[in-house]
C-alpha cells in the first residue's frame, strides 16, 4: 500500500513537471520543471526494476542533455523576439494531436495482458545486460562505438576547418 502512494507521488510530481515544461512561457523555468520531470521517470524506472533504465536516465538526460540545454539558456543573452506562444493557432492542433496520442495510449494499456507474475521480486538486469552486449550483441555493439567515434573525429575535422578559414581571413 505505501509502495502504491510513493508510485503515484512520483507520477504526479513527474505529470506536474511536465505541465510546467509544456506551459511555462520562461524557459529557465521549463528547464527546471525538465529536471524533475526526468528524476520523476527515474523514479519510477528504479519501482519498475529497471535500474540500468533508471541509472541511464540519470546520466544520458539529467547529467547530459539537461545540463546541456541549461547551460545554452543562461549562456546566451539574445532576446526572443519571436512570440512563442499564439493565443488560437498552437493549442488546437496541439490538443487534437495530444488527444489521438492519449487514446492511443489508453488502448494498448487497457488491451494489454499485464504478466501479473512480473511484479514480484525484482532482479538486477545490468548483469544480464552486460552478459547479452558482451556475448550475443558484441559485433553491433563494436560497431556503434567505431561509427560514434568516425562521427566525433569527423565534427572535430570539420570544426577545425572552419577555425582554420576563419583565421586566415
Excluded at 16 to 27: I, T
Aim: net charge neutral; charged share 10%; aromatic share 10%.
Amino acid at each position: 500500500m505505501t509502495g502504491d502512494l510513493i508510485w503515484y507521488l512520483f507520477a504526479a510530481i513527474t505529470v506536474a513537471a511536465g505541465l510546467v515544461v509544456a506551459f511555462s512561457r520562461s524557459v529557465v523555468h521549463s528547464g527546471m520543471s525538465l529536471l524533475f520531470a526526468l528524476l520523476g521517470v527515474c523514479a519510477m524506472y528504479l519501482f519498475l526494476g529497471a535500474d540500468f533504465l533508471a541509472i541511464t536516465q540519470i546520466v544520458v538526460y539529467v547529467g547530459g542533455i539537461l545540463v546541456l540545454v541549461l547551460f545554452a539558456v543562461m549562456m546566451t543573452n539574445r532576446i526572443m523576439s519571436t512570440k512563442l506562444h499564439d493565443e488560437l493557432v498552437q493549442p488546437v492542433p496541439a490538443l487534437a494531436v495530444s488527444a489521438v496520442v492519449l487514446a492511443l495510449m489508453l488502448l494498448t494499456i487497457f488491451r494489454t495482458a499485464w504478466p501479473l507474475a512480473a511484479l514480484g521480486e525484482s532482479q538486477p538486469t545490468t548483469a544480464a545486460l552486460g552478459q547479452k552486449i558482451l556475448t550475443q550483441y558484441l559485433f553491433p555493439f563494436e560497431f556503434t562505438s567505431v561509427l560514434l567515434l568516425v562521427a566525433m573525429i569527423g565534427a572535430a575535422m570539420i570544426i577545425r576547418e572552419k577555425r582554420d578559414k576563419e583565421d586566415t581571413r
